[in-house]
């Protein structure tokens, strides 16, 4: 009997190994998603935005501010919507009656994992200029 008596502590702590490692994964990989999700959406209203401008070549700088910041005049303290995201990470391409907005060299920081995001979240609007 005092053989076995170790036995329930040393399998808590297989245990315990193992789902922490499981809820530590579950964890990153729902921050990861989360973090994708509110990118798309600024891109995606970003390129939104950028359809409705009358004048497009002066809204690309206005664009990433809205995309980075979540204002076209952010204060000068502003800290982004994301984090690590800055408005180099932005592209605006306005051609062929479209506006295209791409997230260029972007790293979602992670524990285990991080993925660059190059090219990805990329959405074009067509170009109405019909202002606000």
Avoid: C, H, W
């Avoid at 600024?42 to 501010?65: C, D, E, M, N």
């Avoid at 306005?94 to 260029?104: F, G, L, N, P, Y």
Wanted: cysteine-free; glycine content about 10%.
């Amino acid at each position: 009997m005092s053989g076995r008596r170790g036995t329930a502590l040393i399998e808590f702590a297989g245990s315990l190994v193992l789902i922490s490692t499981l809820f530590t994964g579950v964890f990153q990989l729902g921050q990861s998603f989360y973090t994708y999700n509110r990118l798309v959406n600024a891109v995606r209203q970003g390129a939104r935005f950028a359809s409705l401008q009358p004048g497009t070549a002066a809204s690309t700088g206005i664009v990433q501010k809205l995309i980075v910041y979540g204002e076209t005049n952010p204060a000068p303290t502003a800290s982004p919507l994301i984090a690590g995201l800055s408005e180099r990470n932005v592209q605006v391409i306005i051609a062929d009656r479209k506006a295209t907005v791409v997230i260029r060299d972007f790293i979602l920081s992670g524990m285990f994992y991080s993925p660059k995001l190059d090219g990805k979240p990329s959405v074009t609007f067509p170009i109405t200029g019909a202002g606000k």
